[in-house]
């Protein structure tokens, strides 16, 4: 099993005060919990989903809808 690289942009609330930033990270996923819904990375970063804003990558070139 080979972990996916992905590259995600996300927003990241401010811990201070009302706000926060956009990132982009490019790692590989190390799991998706799909109860808490988040992304946990490689080097164990966790991104909410609805936090994400543009997810790219290979994995993604292989999915089929419909």
Do not use: C, W
């Amino acid at each position: 099993y080979k972990h996916p690289l992905i590259s995600t942009y996300y927003f990241t609330p401010d811990a201070r005060k009302q706000g926060g930033h956009y990132e982009k990270k490019t790692e590989y996923v190390k799991r998706i919990d799909p109860v808490k819904e988040y992304i946990i990375m490689k080097d164990d970063t966790r991104i909410r989903f609805h936090y994400i804003k543009e997810l790219q990558g290979e994995i993604f070139n292989k999915v089929i809808v419909g």
